[in-house]
């Protein structure tokens, strides 16, 4: 089972751009699909965006804009998810979280992923 390390959040003004990043550690990161979920105080932890062990599939929740962009590079154990055009709306806790790739059910449920690291903070102001 893998180890996740969030980096890359802050406080920014609208309109500015951000990369959150992953950093693994353990065994295999190469066997995990990786997902990016967020939660805004006051509101459940909602899905943002995941990726396939290989990289050759993503999925975007429904609430997320083409501001969002997953990826991952499996030579740096690392994924990341970049956020251009942020808003006050994106102010959220950020996760990483992995999951084995042989998992089969829906990506986007939170209930799925065994490992999580302990969020970023991404603070937008207007």
């Known amino acids: 089972q893998v180890q996740l390390e969030e980096s890359g959040g802050g406080l920014v003004q609208a309109g500015s751009s951000l990369r959150l990043s992953c950093a693994a550690s353990?065994?295999?990161?190469?066997?995990?699909?990786m997902g990016w979920f967020r939660q805004a105080p006051g509101k459940e932890r909602e899905f943002v965006a995941a990726?396939?062990?290989?990289?050759?599939?993503?999925y975007y929740g429904d609430s997320v804009t083409g501001r969002f962009t997953i990826s991952r590079d499996n030579a740096k154990n690392t994924g990341y998810l970049q956020i251009n055009s942020l808003e006050p709306e994106d102010t959220a806790v950020y996760y990483c979280?992995?999951?084995?790739?042989?998992?089969?059910?829906?990506?986007?449920?939170?209930?799925?992923?065994?490992?999580w690291g302990e969020g970023a903070r991404i603070t937008v102001s207007s």
């Open positions: 979280a992995a999951r084995l790739r042989s998992t089969k059910s829906n990506p986007r449920s939170n209930k799925t992923y065994l490992s």
């Open positions: 990726i396939s062990a290989n990289g050759g599939r993503t």
């Open positions: 353990g065994r295999g990161f190469y066997s995990y699909t």
